[in-house]
């Protein structure tokens, strides 16, 4: 058994990146989250200006319903073809983690969609109630905005957006996830055991099944 | 702290009932499932053929989708007033249930909307890959049934509408469970060590922020 692949997606303010950088630790396996999958694109030669179209794309939620009831055909081949070569190059970099056998935890980017067919990457959707993100957003992230409500929602309705456009899936739902857990404010070592847990689970099955 | 109460929601063939009644055997508290509370609801007046027409009506999903389209008021008021009279007595038994403080494990029967205030209850959601249900079902259930793809399919399909006629939700969301888990072919008691540990991080929680 190589090492361990777990993607994450998660609700803002669940905890999700504080529980990824724990669990790659914890694995000995390298972290990937927006900020360090955008640097690696800059440094296959994508520009700032294309990833900030990108983001601000998958903000405007507008744009992106408009893509989604009329098909992606509805964006125009230019402007289509960067957003769409800037999510095929981190496409193609997400599917080589997976396949140099080094492991890692990934962060967002439709991680779970792009390795839907690898059976060793363990997919999980953490999520919680309104006041608990609020909770763990003040306190762990530090944010102070007082529209943090708004902040949460608008986030969300981005990755949901961004998922929608490049997946065609529901983000959120079970199906596109192996464990999707309720993170609360519980604490993150608590979670991550859990989750840890259920990929020795899922480990012990396939190589029984392999025996 | 009380006696554990964990609800149980599942797609048939995810081994929703034996990890029920696994998990009640394990926590030594009551467990229960429709044919139960069923016949609970019959020694309280209610009769087979009430229960029957409930069964019938959730397996037609016509009928639910145009309850579901339309609003309650679809059926005319006779019709409806058995049905939900019959649904209310069970959810004011399994209210009971939680009440009582003799904790319990309750599978299906919208148990996770109708404990939705009770902090104390852990509602945990179960799916599989279809090629897994299958397995499971033939292996474990001991089901020979050549259309045993239609058969789950209809059975998800009368849960999801018995559950959308009865709480306006949608089944299977991960916003009306704690915990949801694909449980593939994995081994049943694994399932069950994961959901309790999740309900001790929970209850962990609780017990700090009371103090």
Redesign the interface.
């Known amino acids: 058994m190589g090492k361990k692949i777990i993607t994450i997606s998660r609700e803002f303010g669940s905890g999700g990146r504080l529980v990824g950088a724990a669990l790659a630790k914890k694995l000995d396996v390298p972290y990937y989250d927006k900020k360090i999958l955008d640097n690696i694109a800059k440094e296959n030669g994508f520009s700032a200006e294309m990833m900030a179209e990108d983001e601000m794309r998958a903000k405007n939620s507008f744009l992106y319903s408009l893509t989604n009831a009329f098909g992606t055909a509805g964006y125009g081949p230019d402007t289509l073809s960067i957003n769409e070569r800037f999510f095929m190059a981190q496409f193609d970099y997400i599917t080589n983690i997976a396949k140099s056998g080094e492991g890692g935890v990934i962060i967002g980017r439709c991680a779970d969609y792009v390795l839907r067919d690898f059976r060793d990457a363990t997919n999980v959707?953490l999520?919680a109630e309104e006041d608990t993100k609020i909770e763990r957003a003040v306190n762990e992230y530090g944010i102070k905005d007082e529209n943090i409500r708004k902040t949460l929602a608008d986030v969300d309705k981005a990755r949901a957006n961004y998922y929608r456009y490049h997946t065609g899936r529901k983000w959120?739902?079970?199906?596109n996830?192996?464990?999707?857990?309720?993170s609360?404010?519980?604490?993150i070592d608590?979670?991550v055991?859990?989750i840890l847990?259920?990929v020795d689970?899922?480990d012990?099955?396939k190589e029984e099944a392999a025996e």
Do not use: S
């Open positions: 959707f999520y959120g739902e079970p199906v996830y192996h464990l999707c857990i309720d609360g404010y519980l604490p608590g979670i055991d859990l847990d259920y689970l899922r012990k099955r």
